[in-house]
């Protein structure tokens, strides 16, 4: 396979899997928060998610080949009896999300162009079953492209309209706080709008193995475009959405707006558009997550594995990858399984050096094949279509799945991944410090948003 993914097609996929529908929503986070808890929480969790990300891209450099690393792999080398629970909060957390956006299109477009919302849902699979199809994240660049100039019109829309109205906008009467915070209960409830907003942890090993040149340079500018670039727009959108509507805000900033303008309704189809197009965005990992819980069941259940009969037919979470051969083409026998959990379950002084990541590492290759892989991404759409068109309520389940999912996969894991591998690593003090901030961040964050999903609803 040959790597063409750059820093600006990767930069650009990364910002496309943060910035979604819920920009929308951080106006009226801010008039919970007051403008200025509301930055500060923004910056917070702008910071923490760089930092988790750039921790995962640190922990892709512990592996012989970094192009072969995944969440599967380097949990199978520091938690091998906890791949299948970390893959599976990365399953809930895109499935999740993903039939929450097929909501949404149901919802969006039949307000701006009729019909009704079954119709709206099937018309989608136009778009998004090719999208789907796709193998490699980079192949999603132009797709993303799209999704960024809708996030483009929305922003432009919004700014603009907060200054055309601006010399009649009265703070005071809007009960514009700048410093206090206007409700601690809906800070609460909004608590996650903000936190969860930066998500990505999803595609960052796909953008580690599909850079062409995939120094941790390159990893870092990714990471600091993407994070910087989402982060001026929740600020932007935040402020100047709260500032033209006050306390009056909704929870969607666009609703606020005159629906019969024309310029409204076409912001309201760019919504359509950035939500149908943010969509593959959390399918890609979604499918790579399915499939690794179905080896990691393969494996509990005592199946053994010969990876590949025929090496032309093998995948990993790129088809037809070439290079990834002489690791993945390997078998995975209960032996090796049950050695390398004896080695992480050994006494606290066991020390793993490199070289034994390394071989641990290509060991655990997960078997991807073409059947499989079209398989699985049948089964995922049809499910996904099947409740996307009989399910329309399901608002506090999707809170509680991001509050433990996103949490996991954002904090928790990088950071723990971060601890095991680098904690008998020479000049590693500050990484296992900040490791042990991002666990505690993380449970400290699910703590919160578990306790205001169910005690705070919005």
């Not at 949990?75 to 990365?90: E, G, K, N, R």
């Amino acid at each position: 396979m040959e790597y063409t993914a750059t820093v600006l097609s990767s930069s650009v996929n990364l910002t496309k899997t943060i910035v979604g529908a819920g920009l929308l929503a951080i106006p009226f986070a801010y008039s919970k928060d007051g403008i200025f808890v509301g930055l500060l929480l923004t910056i917070i969790a702008a910071t923490a998610t760089a930092y988790g990300l750039s921790l995962l891209g640190k922990s892709s450099k512990m592996l012989d080949n970094p192009r072969t690393s995944s969440f599967f792999t380097l949990c199978s080398i520091t938690y091998p009896q906890f791949t299948l629970v970390f893959d599976f909060a990365m399953f809930v957390q895109c499935f999740g999300c993903a039939l929450s956006y097929l909501v949404l299109v149901g919802d969006v477009f039949p307000s701006v162009l009729g019909q009704d919302r079954e119709f709206w849902i099937y018309s989608s699979l136009v778009i998004i079953v090719p999208l789907c199809l796709l193998k490699n994240l980079d192949s999603l660049r132009y797709s993303s492209m799209l999704g960024l100039l809708a996030i483009a019109y929305i922003v432009l829309f919004i700014i603009i309209r907060f200054f055309i109205a601006f010399p009649s906008l009265d703070f005071q009467d809007l009960g514009i706080s700048w410093f206090k915070i206007n409700s601690y209960s809906g800070m609460m409830s909004t608590f996650s709008i903000l936190i969860f907003g930066f998500t990505a942890s999803m595609n960052m090993f796909s953008i580690c193995n599909e850079l062409e040149h995939n120094s941790l340079k390159n990893i870092d500018k990714v990471i600091g475009n993407s994070v910087g670039v989402a982060c001026f727009l929740f600020v932007v959108v935040g402020t100047t959405g709260y500032l033209s509507f006050g306390s009056d805000v909704k929870g969607n900033v666009i609703l606020n707006y005159n629906p019969d303008s024309v310029f409204t309704k076409i912001g309201q189809f760019s919504l359509g558009s950035v939500i149908i197009l943010s969509f593959p965005l959390l399918f890609h990992p979604l499918r790579i997550a399915t499939n690794n819980m179905v080896f990691s069941i393969e494996q509990i259940l005592g199946k053994k594995f010969a990876f590949f009969k025929n090496p032309m037919d093998a995948v990993t979470n790129t088809p037809d990858n070439e290079e990834q051969a002489p690791l993945i083409h390997r078998t995975v026998t209960q032996e090796t399984t049950n050695s390398l959990r004896r080695q992480n379950t050994a006494s606290s002084s066991l020390v793993l050096d490199a070289t034994s990541f390394v071989q641990e590492a290509e060991a655990f290759q997960v078997p991807f094949t073409n059947f499989r892989f079209y398989i699985i991404t049948a089964l995922l759409l049809a499910s996904l279509y099947m409740l996307g068109l009989n399910v329309q309520g399901f608002a506090l389940v999707l809170s509680l799945v991001g509050a433990t999912g996103s949490t996991s996969i954002s904090f928790i894991l990088p950071g723990l991944l971060g601890y095991k591998l680098f904690k008998n690593e020479t000049n590693s003090k500050a990484i296992i410090t900040g490791s042990i901030v991002c666990i505690a961040l993380g449970f400290t964050v699910m703590f919160v948003s578990v306790f205001a999903t169910l005690y705070f609803p919005q």
